[in-house]
């Protein structure tokens, strides 16, 4: 994509992310951390139920070998002080003991593989997508393309907002909270609620990390290659991301906004978005050629 695209596309949308559709001030910022926060985002796709159940369920695994494997230590430093046992045992080994723990943990690796398989599977098969889309990291910014035969036709550029932008947003009466810092940008990805949306993840320069930790969702940007994810969100809000991947100085200042809005809403947007961006002569997009990542 042209820099003087790249630029026309963002003073296509600069007027649209005043609009209600797609401000920030308009929508439900469920999606990104908050102080003291335990455990996973709320999550709003399958995948990301799935994931947090297999998180949670790894937890308790984790914390009862924990705790079993320090009381056999405290056992065994108090059972086996050297004042209780002036001449201690010459023990070599158990036949019985070895064969219970080579056993159990071989069955609690095939406990958790077993669930672990099964979301990998569910993740990398995407069901048939209603809406493909391409998303194309770029140091240090993230550019959308909206399939022209899908009724976009249009690109969409999105860059953080610097702190004067986002202090003049919160002049207007944005709400800091929804205008988080290091989060808020200029132009929101916009998609409707409720439909299975298949994303092609790429890069221009270097490897950059497309993360949504609402959806369940991450992959690598990487150049030359398309990588897929797909998910189908059930609640409407805006929802924060950012990049994964160590990608230069502003590696911090590459954060993903997706905004989940009603197909009534999604509709409206799309021909507003689409006059604005063709009246600026914005290039149309494409659904890229080069091979996904098979599963």
Sequence with gaps: MSMNARAGAKMALSGLA?????????????????PWQLGLQPQV?????????????????????????????????FRFHEARNPVPSRTTHNTFLEIVWTIVPVMILVGIAIPSFSLLRFKLVPPPADIVMKATGSQWLWTYDYPKDQGGGFTIVSKMLDEKERGELIAKGT???????LLAVDNEVVLP???????????????????????????????????????????????YGQCTQICGDQHSE???????????????????????????G?????VADARPLAP
């Design 18 to 34: 005043a609009a209600p559709l797609a401000s920030p001030a308009c929508a439900e910022a469920i999606g990104q951390p908050h």
């Design 45 to 77: 796709t399958e995948i990301g139920e799935r994931i947090n159940s297999l998180h949670n369920g790894l937890l308790v695994i984790i914390t009862l070998i924990t705790v079993f494997v320090l009381a056999l230590i405290l056992y065994t430093l």
């Design 175 to 181: 709400s800091p909270e929804d205008a988080p810092r």
């Design 193 to 239: 609620v409720g439909k299975i949306i298949k994303v092609e993840v790429t890069s221009t320069d270097v490897i950059h990390g497309f993360n949504l930790p609402a959806f369940g969702v991450k992959v690598n940007a990487i150049p030359g290659r398309n990588n897929e994810v797909w998910f189908k969100v059930d609640t409407e809000g805006l929802y």
């Design 254 to 280: 590459m954060p993903l906004a997706f905004h989940i809005v009603s197909p009534e809403r999604y509709s409206e947007w799309l021909k507003e978005a689409k006059a604005k961006f063709a009246s600026n």
């Design 282 to 286: 914005a290039s149309h997009a494409r």
